[in-house]
């Protein structure tokens, strides 16, 4: 018996995706929870076990296209089902032929009394019937999770058109109707403006674009014109820092970690949300409130290369700096194996992005919505500093901090920068205030 495997819900929020390779091919025996497919969705590469055993008949996706839960992804003969038991299954097309006469449907709108005249006249008016009673359901067809999404953008469903079968609204759906409203918000036409042909000027190559970079380019897309975002500026003095980095760090790399800057700032940052709590918050708009949040999730920029990725580290404020150092190792190996879960991605409260290891002296980063702040970090350059009678040479950490200005005001945003900048300048008030 052939029975057919499509693809399940990949995960809260994750309806869709993109085949990034396939495992299995015709003729593979398959076996319960064996890899068959690995799928790309926004932010994670997540495997598809098997929910059935036998042997794999047909493959009808490939890499590079899209998905969706009930996506059909296999037909597999199932290997319990013998070939000696096919034919004396072949009486159960006849009562498959009883549910296929109208009666029971007709006997449903009517009464039960005269089933055989009745059946003409009901099936010319129950198209509408059949349709809508879906029951206890909305009028509305869509799955559980596009109606959540839909909540969290505040999109009205009954605007939305579905492109499913029978109108059935999908994530995609949902996510083209919000690009539509915020350009023609901005003021923009509702479609993109056609690219010139490159071509005539000279070899093109085309590429497709990532589900990464897709969801980078619409989340991205989507705080920029809606949150009006600020970025201040300042400096640290980290000389004393990098000597202790220096001392201490073979320590942490005896237990597995490295003693960067960025682990350092992760315990700075969770002291500086503590004692200013408006930045550790989002901004409900839509119900006029300040939703401040009781635990400390910071998400960490990382460049990978499938895109930017944002794993968060949890309960900051709750784990020592060599723990964090130890944490940081393990998402970066996560992150460059692509072996992220969708839960190392969720749940952050505010974001750190160091470009250091790369250059620059500054950069204005964008926050990431529905987070109000995020904090910049540029690369340590060694500048003279007068100390009141000479100038000496001293490591200067470059640093910025870009905050959504309808909650945050500017200068909130410098106390708690400036704040950032004296615990890193002295180390000493980590212990003292942590």
Not at 166 to 174: N, P
Not at 213 to 237: C, E, I, K
Request: hydrophobic content about 45%.
């Amino acid at each position: 018996m052939s029975t057919e495997f499509r693809l399940p819900k990949l995960a809260e929020g994750d309806a869709t995706g993109s085949v990034a390779k396939v495992l299995v091919q015709p003729g593979d025996a398959l076996v319960l929870d064996q890899s068959i497919l690995e799928v790309e969705t926004d932010k994670a590469v997540v495997e598809v076990p098997a929910t059935i055993a036998g042997t794999v008949t047909a493959v009808h996706v490939k890499a590079g296209e899209d998905v969706s839960e009930g996506t059909l992804i296999l037909t597999v003969a199932e290997a319990a089902a013998s070939p000696a038991a096919d034919p004396p299954a072949s009486p159960e097309p006849a009562p498959t032929a009883a549910p296929q006469a109208p009666p029971a449907p007709p006997a449903a709108p009517h009464q039960a009394a005269q089933p055989p005249a009745a059946a003409q006249a009901p099936v010319a008016s129950p198209p509408v019937p059949p349709a809508a009673p879906a029951p206890g359901r909305s009028r509305i067809p869509a799955a559980p999770s596009v109606r959540r999404f839909a909540r969290e953008l505040g999109v009205d469903l009954a605007a939305v058109d579905g492109s499913g079968p029978a109108g059935r609204i999908s994530l995609q759906d949902v996510k083209a109707y919000v690009r539509t409203r915020e350009t023609a918000s901005v003021g923009a036409p509702s479609a993109l403006p056609a690219l010139p042909d490159f071509s005539r000027f000279g070899p093109v190559r085309r590429e497709p674009v990532s589900a990464v970079r897709r969801a980078t380019a619409q989340h991205l897309g989507q705080s920029w014109p809606n949150v009006p975002q600020v970025t201040q500026f300042d400096a640290a003095d980290v000389t004393e820092l990098e000597r202790l980095r220096r001392l201490h760090g073979p320590l942490v790399a005896e237990r597995g970690g490295k003693l960067t800057v960025t682990a350092v700032l992760l315990k700075v940052v969770a002291l500086a949300l503590r004692k200013y709590p408006k930045f550790n918050a989002s901004l409900d708009l839509a119900k006029g409130e300040v939703v401040y949040k009781e635990y400390m999730n910071i998400g960490i920029a990382v460049d990978t290369p499938r895109g930017l990725l944002v794993p968060v580290v949890r309960d900051v404020d709750r784990k020592s700096i060599a723990d964090l150092s130890v944490e940081l190792n393990a998402i970066a190996e996560k992150s460059r194996t692509a072996k992220l879960s969708l839960d190392d991605l969720q749940g952050g409260c505010f974001s750190i992005s160091n470009l250091g290891g790369i250059g620059g002296t500054g950069f204005t980063p964008i926050v990431n919505s529905p987070e109000v702040v995020i904090l910049g970090v540029s690369r340590t350059a060694v500048e003279p500093r007068w100390d009141g009678s000479a100038f000496l040479p001293r490591d200067i950490l470059p640093l910025s901090l870009s905050y959504d200005h309808r909650l945050i005001d500017g200068a909130d945003a410098a106390r708690f920068l400036r704040y950032v900048c004296e615990v890193v300048e002295s180390p000493f008030l980590l212990a003292l205030e942590g």
